[in-house]
């Protein structure tokens, strides 16, 4: 089955300790994703990879880290969650930007 | 700044009726959307998507409709169903960067019995 999973799927943390939402794909796809929902501002892209190797950010980066060292996988990176982080996270993949993109299931992160 | 704008946070529409859902941009540099649909702890799933060399997309029940010069689409559903009861997100992006999708804030519907 096509799929993006995402681990884990609830989180509480506490501020200054790092840590890290895994996210995987099984459909060869070039492009991956990470968006944060927030009451009142939708979806926001926090970071995007084209592919191996090749991250940029996106509108609201600050805080975050991700890496591509393999296709299928793109995990998040918080080193050091504040409270202003806690959020309902999204990876989504596609084999290009203007195809569809598959969204996981999301990751609900609250940082205390 | 907002550059996709969903002004409407909900919306109630009685079953079999058409449902429509506004969105409206202003980077005119957009010529591609897309709408997703979210259930609680799901998700967005990719629903419809439209260029900006059309006007009008059809698939089913769901029709976007795009008007370049009032930079504003919508999304009718025709006839509602209680199943399609979930928070409807618009999406925007341009041909070129292939990097973002720039989302609104959502839409909630409530079709109801």
Known sequence: EAQVTQNPRYLITVTGKKLTVTCSQNMNHEYMSWYRQDPGLGLRQIYYSMNVEVTDKGDVPEGYKVSRKEKRNFPLILESPSPNQTSLYFCASSLFLTDTQYFGPGTRLTVL | DQQVKQNSPSLSVQEGRISILNCDYTNSMFDYFLWYKKYPAEGPTFLISISSIKDKNE?????????????????????????????????????GTASKLTFGTGTRLQVTL
């Not at chain 2, 698939?59 to 209680?82: C, E, M, W, Y």
């Open chain 2, 59 to 95: 698939d089913g029940r769901f029709t976007v409709f795009l008007n370049k010069s009032a930079k504003h689409l919508s999304l009718h559903i025709v006839p509602s169903q209680p199943g399609d009861s979930a928070v409807y997100f618009c999406a925007a992006s341009e041909t």
